[in-house]
């Protein structure tokens, strides 16, 4: 049997993509004491010294930084209710279902929001964000038996990040579901068409050709208010010599703003043709009466 197929999904890498700042450089250092130069230093010595890959060696880094401290996995969500997010973030979340129009909601069309990061899961899940979020996936710590934070659990590389649209798309959230099993096009539950992706560099390129590739939507975004200009550089070369994505946008998610106007256009695209695909599915099925 089909899917109804009837979820838009919009995927967000975080930091930098939902939040100006790096989410370990906002709250987790400050609370430990820890020098951001120096962490990201040692962090780049492991990659370029030990041939560590790079989301392995930051999470090392950390663990060798706390080991004094020994926080807990809820330690670190309690730090993450100060993160803080570029502007109109939370006012989009909040008001984003109002987009959908009558003739959407009747053919049971509803908008999902992912989080798709190589930072810490824990520190998302105390946002403020959380609450509007479908689901986090990030790397993850498992605890020891006093309950302290031990070994990774789960790391999500740049390139890995792919596996988790495949994930949205097969409706295989659970990491124990095995995603590289077989499923017709039909029985998927997120069409790639029906999914938006936002991220904001290089980092974000395995997902935004995936996106390219299956016919999927995707908006490269950058600090406007960064004075070296890098952020937007990073957008620009994704769009324009490197042919990844279509659309660049500044971080702010205000009513009016450049980026919630692409964002509301392409909801009201899928979702018109969402109701259109149902329509037409209903009328193909639809069993004429007898007429004597």
């Not at 990040?161 to 099993?181: A, H, S, W």
Request: aromatic share 10%; charged share 25%; net charge negative.
């Amino acid at each position: 049997m089909a899917a109804p197929q009837n979820i838009i999904a919009i995927v967000y890498d975080y930091d930098q993509t939902l939040s100006p700042t790096y989410m370990q450089d906002e709250v987790l250092f400050p609370k430990f004491g820890i020098n951001p130069a120096e962490f990201w230093k040692r962090c780049k010595m492991l990659v370029d010294t030990d041939g560590y890959e790079s989301e392995l060696a930051y999470l090392k880094v950390m663990l060798d930084y706390l080991q004094l401290d020994c926080p807990s996995n809820q330690d670190l969500r309690d730090l993450g209710k100060d993160l803080k997010f570029y502007r109109g973030v939370m006012e989009m979340f909040e008001g984003i279902e109002d987009l959908l129009q009558p003739d959407h909601r009747v053919m049971g069309v509803k908008i999902e929001h992912y989080i798709v990061s190589s930072g810490i899961k824990t520190l998302i899940e105390g946002s403020a964000l959380a609450p509007h979020i479908k689901r986090i996936f990030g790397c993850e710590f498992a605890e020891d038996q006093s309950g302290k934070i031990a070994f990774p659990k789960r790391v999500i590389s740049h390139t890995g990040k792919t596996q988790y649209l495949f994930r949205i798309n097969k409706g295989m959230l659970e990491p124990n579901e095995d995603v590289n099993d077989h499923m017709p096009e039909e029985q998927r539950a997120v069409p790639f068409r029906n999914m938006i992706y936002l991220g904001d560099g290089p980092t974000d390129v395995p997902c935004f050709t995936v996106m390219k590739k299956f016919g999927g939507h995707a908006i490269a975004v950058y600090n406007p208010d960064d004075p070296t200009r890098s952020s937007f550089r990073k957008a620009y070369q994704l769009s324009g010599p490197a042919d990844r994505i279509k659309f660049i946008a500044p971080a702010d998610y205000r009513a009016g703003s450049h980026l919630r106007l692409l964002l509301e256009e392409m909801i009201a695209e899928i979702a018109d043709g969402i109701v259109e695909r149902r329509r037409r599915e209903m009328s193909e099925t639809k069993i004429s009466a007898p007429t004597h």
